[in-house]
Structure formats: C-alpha cells, structure tokens
C-alpha cells in the first residue's frame, strides 16, 4: 500500500521548533554574554531549585556550539524537559533572534511537507526591554500572513505557572492588539503548577472571541481529575493520556467530540509514558477517540511527524489507512480551518 503522509501538526511549540543551525547561530552570536540576565526571578528560581537546572544555568554562561543542541536535550523526565525549555529561551534576545526563530521553525515543518501547522507561542518567554508584546504580535502576524511554504497558525500559551489571572489580562492585551493574530489559545507546562479551574476567564473570553481552545490535561499515566476540563469549552485536549485510567471518562471525551493532541516521542522521552509501559493510543482509538498525531518539540525530541505516524503504527498494529482517517481528523481539529462550536 502507498505510505500516506501526514499533512497537519496542531501540537506544536514554536521554541521547541527551533533547529540546529539556530542554535549554532545563537550561540556563536551571544558567546561570551550572560543569558542567564533575562530571566525573571520565578523563572530563575525554577531553574535554580534542582542540581539539574543549576546545570543548565552554568551553561548558558559557558556557551559551546558543540554542546549546547546535546545540553538542552539531555532531561529525562518532564520536569527536567521543562527546564531545558525554559533554558533555551534564553537565545532568544531580540526581535531579530524571535523572527530567525520562527523562520527556521517554518522552514523545518516545510522539509516535512507539511500543509498546515500550528505553533503554540509563549510570549512571557521573550518578553523583555528589548522585545515588547506590540513587536511580538506583529511579527506573529507577518509570518502568518507571508509564509509561502505552508499554512501558520498561532496559539497563544500564557504560561501555567504564572496563575489564571495574568493569562487572562495577556490575552485581553493581544486581542486588544490584533484580533487576527491568533487562532486558538492553549495552556501548557507542569499540570500542578496551577489548578485548570484558575483558566475558566481564560478560555471563555477565548471562546467568546472566536479562538479555539486547547489544554495539556492528563500527560502522565497518573490519576487526574478531567471533570473541570469537561466543563470548560475545550475543542481539544493536549495528550490526554490519563483518561485511559477510566473508560467513562473516555467516553465523556468521545461524546463531546473533543480531539485529542497524541505526542508519542514527547510522551515516552518524558517519561510521562513509561518504556515498558503500553502506550494508551491503541486503546484510545479503539475506543473510538478523535486522535490527531504531532511531534509537541521537534528539536528537543529530535522527531518529526513521519516519525510520529511510524510510532502510531507500531504502537497499535494498525495499517496505512488509519493514516487517512488521522489526517481527517486533524483537518477537522484544526482551529483555523473550520468554525468550532463551543463545547459546553
């Protein structure tokens, strides 16, 4: 049977995007300066609280092009993930290094022939004197409106850790600023960080604008309660891979024809899926989920997402074809392809 390709990746971080040559050229640019000096106190004290991200501290002032793609890779479980990310901010110092960003993230998903992409952005990563949120905005807008290579859509991610309210008043900022600049909005990062129930304002008023909605629930195989996510207006739902813990659950999620955001690398490379451990996408598709295939960080991960669909294949035994109804249902998930209901 002819391989079908993967045409659409929803579950995409811009930073987690980046590329070698990017970090190459970052690092030859800021040798010799202290990246650490742009760091918040919280974000420094996230760094700083394990010997781990004391590591990653030490070298951000000692920069090698040899080691430092090796250093930002080098977690083995997703908090540790969570600090290399937030660790490779940190070459991300001006507009000129957010735009070389985006460019490369879009020349990248473009080598993977990919149609459509949206990237999830953390504006609170790149926020400093020298780049304002007015400057991050529209250059989030140019790129959406001039790439060539394929579609690119924006969500916005506020950062859990900082609380509901301040991923409230962000958004109300960037649609006072544009409108049109984003399509969906989401919410990333450690799950304890901050009680989903915090976000309700959050999702609403991106429901109320006409954005898609989207959150990271259920990540690691740990028991996780989704009766808040079932009350807010989600259209998708980042992994989800907890739910397979209870099939009513599941069902609920079925039911209310909310898709789900499968990352399988991510998944096992974090450990939030153990090796060993069966992943819950097969049982997830037999029970009828709507599963979308994305790579998550494609350069931390070091994955594409024909690589995701290699995975899935083995994972569950299916065939070609399940192919086809994937990319289906990621053409129906996708925040800016079609209008979404809210699902109340």
Same mark, same amino acid.
């Given at each position: 049977?002819?391989?079908i390709? !993967?045409?659409?990746?929803?579950?995409?971080?811009?930073?987690?995007?980046?590329?070698?040559?990017?970090?190459?050229?970052?690092?030859?640019?800021?040798?010799?300066?202290?990246?650490t000096?742009?760091?918040?106190?919280?974000?420094?004290?996230?760094?700083?609280g394990? *010997?781990?991200?004391?590591?990653?501290?030490?070298?951000?002032a000692t920069?090698? *092009?040899?080691?430092?793609?090796?250093?930002?890779?080098s977690?083995?479980t997703l908090?540790?993930?969570?600090?290399?990310?937030?660790?490779?901010?940190?070459?991300v110092?001006?507009?000129?290094?957010f735009?070389?960003?985006?460019?490369?993230a879009?020349?990248?998903?473009?080598a993977?022939?990919?149609?459509?992409?949206?990237?999830?952005?953390?504006?609170?990563?790149?926020?400093?004197d020298?780049?304002?949120? *007015?400057?991050?905005?529209?250059?989030?807008?140019?790129y959406?409106?001039t790439?060539?290579e394929?579609?690119v859509?924006w969500?916005?991610?506020?950062?859990?850790?900082?609380?509901?309210?301040?991923?409230l008043?962000?958004?109300r900022?960037?649609?006072?600023?544009?409108?049109?600049?984003?399509?969906?909005?989401?919410?990333?990062?450690?799950?304890?960080?901050?009680?989903?129930?915090?976000?309700?304002?959050y999702?609403?008023?991106?429901?109320s604008?006409?954005?898609?909605?989207t959150?990271?629930?259920?990540?690691?195989?740990e028991?996780?309660?989704?009766?808040?996510?079932?009350?807010?207006?989600?259209?998708?739902?980042?992994h989800?891979?907890?739910?397979?813990?209870?099939?009513?659950?599941?069902d609920?999620?079925?039911?209310?024809?909310?898709a789900?955001?499968?990352?399988?690398?991510?998944?096992?490379?974090?450990?939030?899926v *153990?090796?060993?451990? !069966?992943? !819950?996408?097969a049982?997830?598709?037999?029970?009828?989920?709507?599963l979308?295939l994305?790579?998550?960080?494609?350069f931390?991960?070091?994955?594409?997402?024909?690589?995701?669909?290699?995975?899935?294949?083995?994972?569950?035994?299916l065939?070609?074809e399940?192919?086809?109804?994937?990319?289906?249902?990621?053409?129906?998930?996708?925040?800016a392809?079609?209008?979404? !209901?809210?699902?109340?």
């Amino acid at each position: 049977m002819k391989q079908i390709q !993967p045409v659409a990746d929803l579950h995409r971080h811009l930073l987690g995007s980046m590329t070698e040559h990017f970090v190459t050229t970052q690092v030859e640019k800021y040798t010799g300066k202290d990246l650490t000096a742009q760091f918040n106190p919280l974000q420094r004290a996230f760094l700083e609280g394990t *010997p781990f991200g004391q590591k990653l501290l030490r070298h951000l002032a000692t920069l090698s *092009p040899e080691t430092t793609a090796g250093r930002f890779r080098s977690f083995s479980t997703l908090h540790e993930f969570l600090q290399c990310y937030l660790a490779s901010s940190a070459l991300v110092r001006e507009p000129e290094d957010f735009s070389f960003l985006i460019q490369e993230a879009i020349r990248e998903a473009a080598a993977e022939q990919l149609s459509y992409v949206e990237f999830t952005v953390s504006p609170t990563l790149y926020l400093s004197d020298a780049i304002s949120l *007015p400057v991050l905005v529209e250059l989030l807008e140019h790129y959406c409106q001039t790439s060539e290579e394929l579609a690119v859509r924006w969500l916005l991610d506020p950062v859990r850790n900082r609380g509901g309210e301040a991923a409230l008043a962000l958004l109300r900022q960037i649609l006072n600023l544009s409108p049109q600049a984003l399509c969906g909005v989401s919410l990333a990062g450690d799950e304890r960080a901050a009680p989903l129930e915090e976000f309700s304002g959050y999702f609403r008023l991106a429901k109320s604008g006409g954005l898609g909605t989207t959150a990271h629930i259920g990540e690691g195989l740990e028991e996780t309660d989704f009766s808040v996510a079932l009350e807010l207006p989600l259209d998708r739902i980042g992994h989800g891979n907890a739910s397979i813990l209870c099939p009513m659950i599941v069902d609920a999620i079925v039911a209310k024809e909310i898709a789900y955001e499968v990352c399988l690398t991510s998944n096992r490379k974090t450990a939030a899926v *153990p090796d060993g451990a !069966p992943h !819950p996408v097969a049982a997830l598709w037999k029970a009828g989920a709507r599963l979308t295939l994305n790579t998550d960080d494609p350069f931390h991960f070091e994955t594409t997402l024909q690589n995701e669909v290699e995975s899935f294949l083995t994972e569950t035994n299916l065939s070609q074809e399940a192919i086809s109804a994937l990319n289906e249902n990621a053409m129906h998930a996708a925040f800016a392809l079609t209008s979404k !209901p809210s699902n109340t």
